[in-house]
Nanobody, 125 residues
Framework: QVQLVEAGGGLVQAGVSLRLSCAAS????????MGWFRQAPGKEREFVAA????????IYADSVKGRFTISRDNAKNTVYLQMNSLKPEDTAVYYC??????????????????WGQGTQVTVSS
């Protein structure tokens, strides 16, 4: 069974950078869409970024555009989320997710069928 394992969260000050990773392990990984979502206390899970495994095409939420970058390492079956210029409002549990295909609903949780356990990112002011 394929699992997604996130790493890289932590407590940082505003303005610094963090890089999250999401490694897929287990049997052959066949998902084509990879996404990052986040959920702050008392709020719904929100889309952050998504990437097509086959084409490398990526999209971002407006709130992170220009600050966050999603990328992949095919050889390692790993997706990264580089987060620069972090703000207190970026504080949340970050989840990576995998979906079978790239669709117009790629920014919604329903497009994904596999989720990681989440990693906490806390940004202090």
């Amino acid at each position: 069974q394929v699992q997604l394992v996130e790493a890289g969260g932590g407590l940082v000050q505003a303005g610094v950078s963090l890089r999250l990773s999401c490694a897929a392990s287990g049997r052959t990984f066949s998902s084509n869409a990879m996404g990052w979502f986040r959920q702050a206390p008392g709020k719904e899970r929100e889309f952050v970024a998504a990437l097509s495994w086959s084409t490398g095409h990526s999209i971002y939420a407006d709130s992170v555009k220009g600050r966050f970058t999603i990328s992949r390492d095919n050889a390692k079956n790993t997706v990264y989320l580089q987060m620069n210029s972090l703000k207190p409002e970026d504080t949340a549990v970050y989840y990576c997710a995998a979906g079978p295909r790239w669709t117009i609903l790629i920014s919604t949780p329903g497009a994904y069928d596999l989720w990681g356990q989440g990693t906490q990112v806390t940004v202090s002011s």
